[in-house]
């Protein structure tokens, strides 16, 4: 979060050149100095010192087990887990003087309000790529609302609104509202938070050009005043490709949670051998008459399935692990179960299962020795299924932004996982198994504890769907590809973007990572392409204040190779050996020849701006 001091009244209006500016509020009356903020906090330390001292004594003389102690070490335990955007001190010069007084006016309390619920409906309203950043507006909004009420004196008003508004949130989100809630009088409030209150200072938001455009359009729908309550709290900067976003710690995000053994060193491999181009293994899939869905690899390589718009699944079987070209097939197996089109496949790690799902709304479990379907599973519309590394459990992503985990021995699931904003379209297991990553259409990428059921990270670049999701197999770096052609690799120790990789012009399908952990293989639609993912994190440096890091590669020096004269679409990519890969493609479509067709012809066919106002109504 970046914060930017008001000096003095601006008569900047809304849709100005990517900023809203603050107006200056010097109606109220009381005078509030940094002394006495810093009394303030001098004072909240010393009564948590206080009950801390007290619940020590408590559990050395045998009370350890006694609720009070154990609820005062709690909210002890809460106020060490991060700092949001309104604790600490002041940031005003000392001597300087703060006009300021809490707000009882109930009309005004309620516009504050109206702010959250209006940008809450917008959410809802706009389209599913614009979702997220305007949702990071709701936790500020939130905050600012009911510590005004709490600076007013509205305790009852404020704990009322605090318990509605939380539910538009996810659980990522719950610690800080735990947090909150333990303000509850003026006197709790930081410096820091009674500088934000009295409008001298502002919270910084950032938004894609688009979405801040279309947010924008909509804030002019509301009351004057509910738009001076966001004019005195918040500056929206938008951004661009030209000026990409680098802020990677705004108000609204969730907070790091600690990973565990989510990295191991691999042993020292050779350095990666440029001049040696990987051998490529083209697998048609064919499909006669009926169009290929999807399709996956086993983990030996000795199978491949396939979704078929016939509702049919085809599993090719003693491949040729050698050569795993199409020619070297060897038999060919149906499975039929399924009353609608087959949108996802998985094989379990011993490959003698295979999970499919369906837009029947059914997922199906098949055994693959006596090639019969095992389990049907009825639930949501499922897009994508994938088994845990040991495969005793498997997660689905579905339609309405959750995603499902089962054990394979029930037919309910045991966990569900809910944050995203829109259809999820892809998930991975990490190589440990404690945690699961998941793409979605609200452009972000998001890794959860499964043991905990706990949001862990959330990563924002992408500016379109994520479709595809890979692990590096130091379990460090997580890389993703989406409709807008980007490969975005991820830290997930800091949570932080190491680099954006841009070559590709149609969608990334598949994303594969060498056994040396030192080559990145991507494939788009046609074409596929090669990166030095050695060098790449070799000059990343986690910590952005670090003025001495090193130099970052350009992209001509990172690709070292591509191939854009695959046959057919390609669907996915499995390395075979160090240089060698297995890329599935499926024959071309009618739709494929002509993206093929406009693209040879320089036809750029990009999606149309919604220009049309989103109306919504401000009460």
């Given at each position: 979060?970046?914060?930017?001091?008001?000096?003095?009244?601006?008569?900047?209006?809304?849709g100005g050149?990517?900023?809203?500016?603050?107006?200056?509020?010097r109606?109220?009356?009381?005078?509030?100095?940094?002394?006495?903020?810093?009394?303030?906090?001098?004072?909240?330390?010393?009564?948590?010192l206080?009950?801390?001292?007290?619940?020590?004594?408590?559990s050395?003389?045998?009370?350890?087990?006694?609720?009070?102690?154990?609820?005062?070490?709690?909210?002890?335990?809460?106020?060490?887990r991060?700092?949001?955007f309104?604790?600490?001190?002041?940031?005003?010069p000392?001597?300087?003087?703060?006009?300021?007084?809490g707000?009882?006016?109930?009309?005004t309390?309620?516009?504050y309000?109206?702010?959250?619920r209006?940008?809450?409906k917008?959410?809802?309203?706009?389209?599913?790529?614009?979702?997220?950043?305007?949702?990071l507006?709701l936790?500020?909004?939130?905050s600012?609302?009911?510590?005004?009420?709490?600076?007013?004196?509205?305790?009852?008003?404020?704990?009322?609104?605090?318990?509605?508004?939380?539910?538009?949130?996810?659980?990522?989100?719950?610690?800080?509202?735990?947090k909150?809630?333990?303000?509850?009088?003026?006197?709790?409030?930081?410096?820091?938070?009674?500088?934000?209150?009295?409008?001298?200072d502002?919270?910084?938001?950032?938004?894609a050009?688009?979405?801040?455009?279309?947010?924008i359009?909509?804030?002019?729908?509301?009351t004057r005043?509910q738009?001076?309550?966001?004019?005195?709290?918040?500056?929206?900067?938008?951004?661009?490709?030209?000026?990409?976003?680098?802020?990677s710690?705004?108000?609204?995000?969730?907070?790091?949670?600690?990973?565990v053994?989510?990295?191991?060193?691999?042993?020292?491999?050779?350095?990666?051998d440029?001049d040696?181009?990987?051998m490529?293994?083209?697998?048609?899939?064919?499909?006669?008459?009926?169009?290929?869905?999807?399709?996956?690899?086993?983990?030996d390589?000795?199978?491949?399935?396939?979704?078929?718009?016939n509702?049919?699944?085809r599993?090719?079987?003693?491949?040729?692990?050698?050569?795993?070209?199409?020619?070297?097939?060897?038999?060919?197996?149906t499975l039929?179960?399924?009353?609608?089109p087959?949108?996802?496949?998985a094989f379990?790690?011993q490959?003698?299962?295979?999970?499919?799902?369906?837009?029947?709304?059914?997922?199906?479990?098949?055994?693959?020795?006596s090639?019969?379907c095992?389990t049907?599973?009825?639930?949501?519309l499922?897009?994508?299924?994938a088994?845990?590394?040991?495969?005793?459990?498997?997660a689905?992503?579905s339609?309405?932004?959750?995603?499902?985990l089962?054990?394979?021995?029930?037919?309910?699931?045991?966990?569900q996982?809910?944050?995203?904003?829109?259809?999820?379209?892809?998930?991975?297991?990490?190589?440990?198994?404690?945690?699961?990553?998941?793409?979605?259409?609200?452009?972000?990428?998001?890794?959860?504890?499964?043991q905990?059921?706990?949001?862990?990270?959330?990563?924002?670049?992408?500016k379109?769907?994520?479709?595809?999701?890979a692990?590096?197999n130091?379990?460090?770096?997580?890389?993703?590809?989406?409709?807008d052609?980007?490969?975005?690799?991820w830290?997930?120790?800091?949570?932080?973007?190491?680099r954006?990789?841009?070559h590709?012009?149609?969608?990334?399908?598949s994303i594969?990572?060498n056994?040396?952990?030192?080559?990145?293989?991507?494939?788009?639609?046609?074409d596929?392409?090669?990166?030095?993912?050695?060098l790449l994190?070799?000059n990343?440096?986690?910590?952005?204040d670090?003025?001495?890091s090193?130099?970052?590669?350009?992209?001509?020096?990172?690709?070292?190779?591509?191939?854009?004269?695959?046959?057919?679409?390609?669907?996915?990519?499995?390395f075979v050996?160090?240089?060698?890969?297995m890329?599935?493609?499926s024959?071309?479509?009618?739709?494929?020849?002509?993206?093929?067709?406009?693209?040879?012809?320089g036809?750029?066919?990009?999606?149309e701006?919604?220009?049309?106002?989103?109306?919504?109504?401000?009460?």
């Amino acid at each position: 979060m970046k914060n930017s001091k008001v000096k003095g009244p601006s008569s900047k209006k809304i849709g100005g050149k990517g900023k809203i500016n603050p107006e200056q509020n010097r109606d109220q009356v009381s005078v509030f100095s940094s002394e006495f903020f810093q009394v303030l906090h001098d004072i909240k330390n010393a009564v948590e010192l206080s009950v801390k001292a007290t619940v020590e004594k408590e559990s050395s003389n045998g009370f350890a087990g006694n609720s009070e102690a154990r609820t005062s070490m709690e909210r002890i335990e809460v106020y060490k887990r991060g700092k949001d955007f309104y604790e600490g001190n002041s940031i005003r010069p000392a001597g300087e003087l703060l006009h300021f007084a809490g707000i009882k006016n109930e009309e005004t309390l309620l516009e504050y309000e109206e702010v959250f619920r209006c940008t809450q409906k917008i959410v809802d309203a706009v389209p599913s790529y614009h979702k997220y950043e305007i949702f990071l507006m709701l936790y500020p909004m939130l905050s600012f609302a009911y510590l005004q009420m709490v600076m007013g004196e509205k305790l009852e008003r404020a704990t009322s609104f605090l318990k509605e508004a939380a539910t538009y949130l996810d659980e990522s989100y719950s610690r800080r509202i735990d947090k909150l809630k333990l303000i509850r009088k003026p006197d709790d409030l930081p410096g820091r938070a009674l500088e934000l209150l009295a409008g001298a200072d502002t919270v910084e938001v950032a938004m894609a050009c688009p979405t801040y455009l279309l947010y924008i359009n909509c804030v002019t729908d509301w009351t004057r005043g509910q738009q001076e309550k966001l004019l005195r709290h918040f500056v929206i900067r938008s951004y661009n490709d030209e000026d990409p976003l680098q802020e990677s710690s705004l108000p609204g995000l969730p907070q790091l949670e600690p990973l565990v053994n989510s990295s191991v060193d691999l042993p020292h491999c050779l350095p990666l051998d440029r001049d040696n181009r990987p051998m490529i293994f083209n697998f048609a899939t064919g499909g006669g008459d009926a169009k290929v869905l999807c399709c996956t690899p086993s983990g030996d390589l000795s199978m491949v399935a396939i979704g078929l718009s016939n509702n049919n699944i085809r599993v090719t079987v003693c491949l040729d692990k050698i050569s795993v070209d199409s020619n070297c097939r060897r038999g060919e197996k149906t499975l039929s179960g399924h009353k609608e089109p087959v949108l996802s496949l998985a094989f379990a790690p011993q490959n003698r299962f295979l999970l499919s799902s369906s837009r029947d709304f059914t997922m199906r479990l098949w055994c693959l020795i006596s090639w019969t379907c095992a389990t049907v599973y009825s639930n949501q519309l499922c897009t994508f299924v994938a088994f845990a590394p040991r495969g005793f459990i498997f997660a689905g992503t579905s339609d309405d932004g959750i995603v499902r985990l089962w054990d394979s021995s029930t037919k309910k699931p045991f966990l569900q996982l809910a944050g995203h904003l829109a259809d999820m379209e892809v998930c991975l297991f990490h190589s440990n198994g404690k945690y699961l990553a998941t793409g979605s259409a609200d452009c972000t990428v998001r890794m959860w504890d499964i043991q905990k059921g706990l949001q862990v990270r959330l990563f924002r670049g992408h500016k379109y769907n994520i479709t595809v999701l890979a692990f590096s197999n130091c379990g460090r770096y997580l890389i993703s590809g989406g409709h807008d052609c980007l490969i975005i690799v991820w830290d997930t120790d800091s949570g932080r973007m190491v680099r954006t990789l841009k070559h590709h012009t149609s969608v990334i399908n598949s994303i594969a990572v060498n056994t040396e952990n030192n080559m990145l293989a991507v494939g788009g639609d046609t074409d596929l392409s090669f990166w030095d993912l050695q060098l790449l994190v070799k000059n990343y440096n986690p910590n952005p204040d670090d003025k001495e890091s090193s130099a970052k590669p350009s992209i001509k020096e990172l690709l070292y190779g591509s191939y854009n004269k695959l046959k057919g679409s390609l669907r996915c990519l499995r390395f075979v050996c160090r240089h060698s890969i297995m890329a599935i493609c499926s024959d071309p479509t009618e739709e494929d020849e002509k993206a093929k067709k406009n693209a040879e012809d320089g036809v750029v066919v990009t999606e149309e701006i919604v220009k049309k106002k989103v109306w919504l109504n401000a009460k």
